[in-house]
């Protein structure tokens, strides 16, 4: 049976296992973390994505596992709805998706659907990785050099594998933003709605329930790159309080929950690698095309990307032309996912009283039920209805588990 080595146990590498696990691979997913990161924001499902779960047969465990988030509210300076959108009821509309769930709990559901089938390797990273004519050796931090088939790279924006791979040739192209991610206590001021409050400054503090009794906060400011993410922790929370210490509505009691929160602080970007595969490696998820956040679509990008690349591994003849047939596929899908709206992300952060008070002008225009029944208002609705179903799924026919 072919083998492969699947670097990222996050949405990605284990969706890829999954499949060509079950067209008789052996697999292995490596991951640099102690444990699986059960942690992490709100993440939606749209589109072909949501077909590549339904395939699964995870959907029903996806949906039980919802955060009961209800739509999405813009609130103005006073603490007032200036703007309102209920959660999307197809597979594809709405700032909110109609299936929406937490990114830690995705990954463990597909990690738990895959470990009687996938050997998973924890608290340990790839070091070097030597291609020949019959495979890769691939040598880690701490365990010992092993042989594998193919090697795949499922891992995040900042890649620290890819470089060893491909070099600088994939570019990240910086989007001038900065976020913030960490949970904070629930309060009785918070609701079963996405809340979003823009200050001046081009910065935004927004509150989104969860289905653990806690709430998500997100601290997001445009700037240009100033490599606040290779700062500690510590470093990263005095950012944020010089950044937002004079923002209103609900950013003090935000602030002073950072003391004890865990923080995913980074800048915005999307990678453009002009190749996503070399040799007997290739890459998937955001490590080959992150979208960036704001787009909505990494989660379908990785899980149709997986299921794309472990159809075409297992019904073509050589890895060669599965790969070269995986990007043809991919690629129109990715670029349309990384078309951002003109203007993104300082359309949705404006930086003056003026320019808040026209956007919710433009938001409150967009919620309207005439607005609903003429069914497009350009750029406002493209920010909460993303290409989630722009590629057509090919069949594979892999007998699944279920």
């Known amino acids: 049976m072919p083998t492969i080595l699947i ?3 996050s949405i990605a590498g284990p969706t890829l296992a999954y499949w060509l696990a079950a067209a008789g691979w052996t697999t292995t997913v490596i991951e640099r973390t102690p444990t699986l990161r059960r942690e992490g924001q709100n993440i939606d ?3 072909a994505a949501r077909e590549v779960i ?3 047969g995870l959907e029903d465990r996806i949906r039980a596992a919802h955060t009961g988030e ?6 103005g300076v006073h603490g007032d709805v200036k703007a309102s959108f209920a959660a999307g009821k197809s597979d594809t509309a709405g700032a909110t998706a109609e299936l929406e769930i937490l990114r830690g709990e995705l990954a463990g559901i597909l990690v738990d659907s895959t470990t009687a ?3 998973y390797v924890f608290g340990d990273k790839i070091t070097a990785l030597v291609e020949d004519a019959g495979g890769v050796t691939a040598s880690f931090e701490h365990g010992d050099d092993r042989r594998f088939d193919l090697v795949v790279i499922a891992e995040g924006m900042r890649s620290r594998t890819r470089p060893m791979v491909f070099g600088a040739a994939p570019k990240i192209r910086e989007l001038g933003m900065y976020t913030a991610y960490f949970t904070i206590p629930r309060a009785p001021t918070d609701t079963r709605y996405w809340r979003w409050y823009n200050a001046v400054g081009g910065r935004n503090v927004s509150l989104r329930p969860d289905n653990h009794g806690t709430t998500r906060a997100t601290l997001s400011f445009l700037s240009e790159p100033m490599g606040y993410e290779e700062l500690s922790q510590d470093d990263q929370k005095e950012v944020l309080r010089r950044r937002f210490r004079d923002v209103g509505w609900e950013a003090p009691r935000v602030l002073a929950a950072l003391d004890d929160a865990a923080l995913y602080f980074d800048a915005l970007g999307q990678v453009h690698a002009p190749a996503w595969t070399a040799g007997r490696i290739a890459m998937i998820g955001d490590a080959a095309h992150a979208p960036s956040p704001i787009s909505g679509m990494g989660t379908s990008l990785a899980l149709v990307g997986a299921y794309v690349l472990a159809g075409e591994l297992a019904t073509r003849d050589t890895h060669t032309a599965a790969f070269a047939s995986y990007e043809q596929l991919m690629r129109p899908y990715v ?8 203007g993104t992300p ?3 952060n404006p930086k003056t009283r003026v320019g808040i008070a026209l956007f919710h002008l433009a938001l409150s225009i967009a919620s309207s039920r005439l607005a609903a029944r003429l069914g497009e208002l350009g750029i406002v609705v493209r920010l909460f209805a993303p ?3 722009a590629i057509v799924l090919p069949d594979y026919r892999i007998q699944t588990p279920h």
């Open 7 to 9: 670097s990222g146990a």
């Open 45 to 47: 499902i749209r589109g």
């Open 54 to 56: 339904r395939r699964m």
């Open 70 to 75: 209800l739509g999405t509210q813009f609130i």
């Open 117 to 119: 089938s996938t050997e």
């Open 335 to 342: 670029e349309q996912a990384q078309q951002l709206p003109p």
């Open 346 to 348: 300082r359309i949705a």
């Open 387 to 389: 290409p989630a179903d």
